[in-house]
């Protein structure tokens, strides 16, 4: 388009014509790019959650436990509660790539060529109402970790919660999303959540909740208040990308 520009007499309508071309074209390029860096993909596949949005939830999972619904289509989980969203979670609804759903499905002990963290499908089932509830997260700026209180045994046999590891604002396709990359027993439970307390990362969402949880996990009544006395009330709002797979 330069290369014509000049061609052209200077200052004359072709050129006029020619130099808002090239303005049109090079902002076109600039927002595509802005669009990218936080659009969900895996190669040339593009997520996407414009069927799943308007799929029954139970349906979905099933239709993704047959592996009858297309990779491409993105678990729909709905909205964050009011709960989440005054913690400072923004309203854009929760979703999960199909491969990452596998991921923490997965039995260790049958695929140990892949990550897995053998979450039970109970937890999936209900998964829209334990993200809601969850009384507590951990925020690591623009990856926030969600602590459910559906119990289970972490890797090494000992008590715990599932956890859902969340990528905050992602663009997916035509959508912006709160992206699940992840759901799995925290390891060393109460030593984690404590550290994150510590280092001023830890989110309380909902404190009656939080000191039942917390207690029936073992943490003693005056470390657990100490605890919640350092959570914080609100997120911060950083963005993370990603564009990559995770199996």
């Given at each position: 388009?330069?290369?014509?520009?000049?061609?052209?007499?200077?200052?004359?309508p072709?050129?006029?014509?020619?130099e808002?071309?090239?303005?049109?074209?090079?902002?076109?390029?600039?927002?595509?790019?802005?669009?990218?860096?936080n659009?969900?993909?895996?190669?040339g596949?593009?997520?996407?959650?414009?069927?799943?949005?308007?799929?029954?939830?139970?349906n979905?999972?099933?239709?993704?436990?047959?592996?009858?619904?297309?990779?491409?289509?993105?678990?729909?989980?709905?909205?964050?509660?009011?709960?989440?969203?005054?913690?400072?979670?923004?309203?854009?609804?929760f979703?999960m790539?199909?491969?990452?759903?596998?991921?923490?499905?997965r039995?260790?002990?049958?695929?140990?060529?892949?990550?897995?963290?053998?979450?039970?499908?109970?937890?999936?089932?209900?998964?829209?109402?334990?993200?809601?509830?969850?009384?507590?997260?951990?925020?690591?700026?623009?990856?926030?970790?969600?602590?459910?209180?559906?119990?289970?045994?972490?890797?090494?046999?000992?008590?715990?919660?599932?956890?859902?590891?969340?990528?905050?604002?992602?663009?997916?396709?035509?959508?912006?999303?709160?992206?699940?990359?992840?759901?799995?027993?925290?390891d060393?439970?109460?030593?984690?959540?404590?550290?994150?307390?510590?280092?001023?990362?830890?989110?309380?969402?909902?404190?009656?909740?939080?000191?039942q949880?917390?207690?029936?996990?073992?943490?003693?009544?005056?470390?657990?208040?100490?605890?919640?006395?350092?959570?914080?009330?609100?997120?911060?709002?950083?963005?993370?990308?990603?564009?990559?797979?995770?199996?």
């Amino acid at each position: 388009i330069k290369h014509q520009i000049k061609l052209v007499t200077a200052g004359s309508p072709e050129a006029r014509r020619l130099e808002q071309g090239r303005y049109l074209y090079e902002k076109a390029l600039d927002e595509a790019a802005k669009a990218q860096k936080n659009t969900v993909t895996d190669g040339g596949t593009v997520y996407s959650i414009s069927k799943t949005s308007k799929m029954d939830y139970n349906n979905q999972l099933n239709l993704i436990e047959k592996k009858q619904l297309n990779g491409s289509n993105s678990l729909y989980v709905g909205k964050p509660s009011e709960q989440l969203q005054t913690v400072g979670l923004s309203d854009a609804p929760f979703a999960m790539n199909q491969g990452d759903y596998r991921k923490s499905r997965r039995s260790s002990a049958k695929n140990k060529n892949y990550s897995s963290h053998s979450v039970p499908y109970d937890f999936f089932e209900k998964m829209p109402q334990y993200m809601a509830d969850a009384p507590l997260l951990i925020d690591n700026g623009g990856k926030i970790t969600v602590v459910t209180s559906y119990g289970m045994k972490d890797t090494i046999g000992n008590d715990s919660y599932v956890i859902a590891g969340v990528l905050t604002d992602q663009t997916m396709e035509n959508d912006t999303v709160n992206l699940v990359k992840s759901a799995y027993p925290l390891d060393d439970f109460a030593a984690r959540i404590t550290k994150a307390a510590e280092e001023g990362k830890l989110v309380l969402a909902n404190k009656n909740k939080a000191e039942q949880m917390l207690a029936t996990i073992g943490i003693q009544p005056a470390e657990v208040s100490r605890i919640l006395t350092l959570a914080k009330t609100t997120i911060s709002h950083q963005i993370t990308s990603v564009n990559k797979k995770t199996e």
